[in-house]
Every structure is written in C-alpha cells, then in structure tokens.
C-alpha cells in the first residue's frame, strides 16, 4: 500500500464516518517499517533524498502513537 492509496482510504473512512481502529495500527505498523528501511536506505545509496522515506515513517508513527487509545484493547 503507497502513500496515496493510504491517504484515499483515511479520507474515504473518514467522510463515512468509519475512520477506526484498524487505520490508526495501520499507521503505526507503517510507520514501525518505514523509518529504518529509509534511514537503511540513504545510508547505503548515499542519497539523501531517501530521508524523506524515514520523515514519512516518522509522521505514521507519530498518527498511530497518537491515537493508541482507540485501538482495540484485547
């Protein structure tokens, strides 16, 4: 799932009044996963572009860490 897809869903959940549990985790997995695999990245590459990558894993896990306390507590 991209970026954009992620965004459509969000917006999508949200104007259906669903915007839930699993979209907030889904943010903070993404967010979990994208941020070494971009500092990884521009570390190896040499590309500083790549950053971006781990700023972006960074802004899903603070959305996720955010809004922990409508996850599902089991």
């Not at 799932?1 to 917006?11: A, Y």
């Amino acid at each position: 799932m991209d970026f954009s897809s992620t965004l459509i869903l969000f917006w999508k959940r949200k104007n259906e009044g669903r915007l839930g549990v699993e979209v907030y985790q889904t943010f903070f997995i993404l967010g979990i996963s994208l941020t070494p695999v971009g500092i990884v990245l521009m570390v190896t590459t040499g590309n500083p572009v790549l950053i971006g990558l781990a700023g972006l894993g960074i802004i899903y896990l603070i959305i996720g860490l955010a809004n922990r306390t409508k996850w599902n507590k089991k």
